[in-house]
């Protein structure tokens, strides 16, 4: 029942809830400190997002290889998009709920 929504960075994955948000990487970037370094950088984008951030929705934030590259500024821009587009993905079902 759940939706996901790609970008250049990683996957945004969301199902019914109670508005936690996860963060993910995948071994593949490296080593322990380079994944926690990802996952700190996506926490902190999330925390501008927080207007697009359902409560009645669960998500998983899974950074991939082409996310530890990026700038800042760029990753935040790219996970945004994920969560407006997921926003418009879920729109139609949780009006109804």
Known sequence: MG???SGPAGRLLASPGKGLV?????????SHAVRNRIKR????AIRAVQGE???RLDYILALGEKAAGRAF???????????????ERWASELECS
Do not use: N
């Open 53 to 55: 951030i359902d409560p």
């Open 73 to 87: 500024s760029e990753l935040s821009t790219e996970i945004a998009t994920m969560f407006v587009s997921m926003k």
């Open 41 to 44: 950088r996506g926490r902190e």
């Open 3 to 5: 939706k996901r929504v």
């Open 22 to 30: 996860g963060v993910t990487t995948s071994k593949k970037i490296g």
